[in-house]
């Protein structure tokens, strides 16, 4: 294979163990091999599964997709998350009869973390615009016309996406939660919108799990939950959170209580993770007015007023994700052309170099190492952040650390890393490139020239990177704009959807579906009911044979990707419709049919053709089976909106 290093061997005793320690990894088509010194991104090899004895069973293809080495000694963050590519004739076999339980079933969350907080009341009022981002979050609203940035009573106009959880499970959030991760990083919950909606048993959380500082678990629900200490906190709890401080904030800015919002999301986000944003809005007694893709919402910003006829290319680099998105403007009217994006690209990728650069450089200059120390990581983590945001202005920095111990240097040093701006691109350059290829692969879609566009929006922290403007300068051919606020301008437009709503100004949006919906089929492989870039809302009608000739079971497994085998895509749920009844008719379908609406969320209903019996499903959260850790119901949140 192009790329190949090396191979690795797995021993495997037992049938049980294959399924017990490998069996998700295989039907997932991810995993997580640990390691101090992971390879690059990109590698490719050889992984041989083996008998005791030696003998290989069957052989599996790997490429590297992330890679990140030890922070600190045993680090089991350290190494790299792989995708599974190929697979020999035995490990296809194996696969196929691999019985491993994966929770599939879609329906209400029952989840008393998320239901005891209450329902959010069918509002009245203004209706502000969130930004829930991966690493900071902003609301805003539009007032006489004009969408502004709401500040909150310290006077911030972006609150980190962060949470502190106390052993009395009470709930900080935002910059006071911020200051906790200097002395108990292990307590805080960030970077959690990358797995929001996600089902523990999936190929991103088999391959990317692992890049915390926090556990990652299944919740009741089988989705995702972030563990601290013996609690399980979902991530939908997380989120709701931070609604609840905007929310705050909010009400506290306008004097009136803020009770709908419309919320952004990556473009590529799926039906189950728009649906955990909904219920987390739910949970922080908010009426989600709308669900709005954080690309077209920067769109909407820098288009408004301008009366613009456009071709503009949204490049939105955060803190935790990419997304890029091809769209025409016409006055109000903003049509999303294609879109595509990276949950796993963003600014933390560029922090995580510039860390474990300086903490190489304090070992060989100072001659401590603070690895086993996660309170002075963070410390350096924290210095490297302030001098990546100084690169953005000046030709140097310093990362600086003063009074940094370590275990077995009791007495303090003041640490100092000179760093240049030309060696932390060095550092990053693979991180730009990775996302240029995002925006190719935007262009094609569809079907643009880069001199096709008019202008190049950037948004997103990250963007201000020199290096990033800089390259997008040399691939169009043109500065980027500046006409759109990196850190507020998805707030600001999200704030001018939901002012639209309220008829207070004109907004005319056209999404696509960012991925295809796909039908199963009996042999294990799909076909497409609707496909990517289809305009929303989208409405398709087919019919479901029986399970075998003859009989009344009817089945539609509905997934979502696109991959022609349905092991590689995502299932969104299933239809089933038993009956005693037998057919006169062996080749009788039951029909169904599928919509999906402006904002991405999924419906299908399926009837049976001799009973008129009909089945409907709605993408919503998994239902919990009341087991697993305990899951914090009755958390206090605190400091949601602390006094000054």
């Known amino acids: 294979m192009a790329g190949q290093s090396q191979s690795f061997r797995i021993t495997i005793a037992s049938g049980a163990e294959l399924i017990e320690k490998h069996g998700l990894d295989l039907k997932t088509g991810g995993m997580f091999i640990p390691s101090e010194s992971p390879l690059p991104i990109g590698t490719e090899f050889p992984i041989e599964y083996c008998s005791p004895s030696g003998k290989t069973l069957f052989v599996v293809g790997a490429k590297v997709v992330y890679s990140r080495p030890a922070t600190v000694p045993g680090d089991k963050t350290a190494g790299m998350g792989l995708e599974l590519v190929n697979f020999d004739e035995k490990a296809r076999q194996v696969i196929a009869k691999l019985d491993v339980p994966v929770d599939s079933r879609v329906s209400r969350s029952d989840s008393l973390a998320i239901d005891d907080l209450g329902s959010a009341p069918l509002g009245d009022g203004p209706i502000v615009g969130i930004d829930l981002g991966t690493t900071n979050s902003c609301v805003a609203v539009v007032r006489d016309g004009v969408p502004v940035v709401i500040t909150t009573q310290q006077g911030y106009e972006t609150v980190p996406s962060v949470i502190y959880l106390s052993e009395d499970h009470q709930i900080v959030v935002g910059h006071a939660a911020l200051q906790k991760m200097v002395l108990e990083p292990q307590r805080c919950v960030y970077g959690s919108k990358r797995f929001i909606g996600r089902r523990f048993a999936s190929k991103e959380v088999r391959t990317f799990g692992h890049f915390f500082h926090y556990d990652l678990a299944p919740a009741k629900s089988g989705l995702v939950a972030a563990k601290v200490g013996t609690a399980l906190i979902p991530l939908e709890l997380v989120a709701a959170s931070i609604l609840s401080y905007l929310k705050a904030a909010a009400t506290h800015f306008l004097g009136t209580e803020v009770k709908r919002a419309v919320i952004t999301v990556p473009a590529y986000f799926g039906e189950l993770q728009r649906q955990a944003v909904r219920e987390a809005g739910r949970a922080a007694k908010l009426e989600v007015a709308q669900i709005v893709n954080e690309p077209t919402a920067a769109a909407v910003a820098y288009g408004f007023k301008r009366e613009l006829k456009s071709t503009v290319l949204v490049y939105d680099y955060g803190g935790g994700t990419f997304d890029a998105s091809a769209l025409r403007i016409e006055g109000s009217t903003m049509r ?49 952040e302030e001098a990546k945001r100084a690169l953005s202005e000046a030709d140097n920095a310093i990362i600086q650390v003063p009074y940094l111990t370590s275990a077995g240097s009791p007495t303090p040093v003041n640490a100092f890393v000179p760093i240049s701006r030309d060696l932390f691109e060095s550092l990053t350059e693979d991180l730009v490139v990775r996302s240029l290829d995002i925006v190719q692969s935007v262009l094609d879609a569809a079907g643009l020239k880069t001199t096709d566009l008019d202008d190049i929006v950037v948004v997103g922290g990250q963007s201000r990177s020199p290096a990033i403007r800089r390259m997008l300068t040399s691939r169009f051919g043109k500065q980027p704009s500046r006409n759109a606020h990196p850190d507020h301008a998805i707030a600001l437009g999200a704030a001018l959807v939901g002012a639209a709503a309220l008829r207070q100004v004109r907004v005319d949006l056209h999404e696509i579906l960012s991925q295809s919906i796909r039908l199963g089929l009996p042999n294990g492989q799909t076909e497409v009911l609707l496909p990517r870039g289809q305009s929303l809302p989208a409405n398709r009608a087919f019919g479901v044979p029986s399970a075998v000739d003859g009989e009344t079971t009817f089945k539609a497994l509905i997934f979502r990707g696109e991959q022609g085998n349905a092991q590689g895509n995502e299932l969104l749920g299933e239809l089933t419709i038993p009956s005693n009844l037998a057919l006169a008719v062996t080749k009788t379908k039951a029909p169904v049919t599928l919509s999906i609406s402006a904002d991405g969320i999924l419906t299908a209903t399926m009837k049976h053709p001799m009973t008129s019996h009909t089945e409907t499903l709605e993408i919503s959260l998994p239902e919990g089976d009341g087991t697993g850790l305990m899951e914090v119901s009755d958390m206090d949140f605190v400091e949601l909106y602390p006094s000054p």
């Open 336 to 384: 999303v052309l294609a879109s595509n994006g990276d949950p796993f690209l963003g600014g933390s990728d560029f922090d995580d170099r510039l860390t474990e650069f300086a903490l190489m450089t304090i070992e060989r200059t100072h001659g401590i190492n603070v690895r086993s120390d996660p309170a002075s990581v963070q410390r350096v983590r924290f210095a490297c």
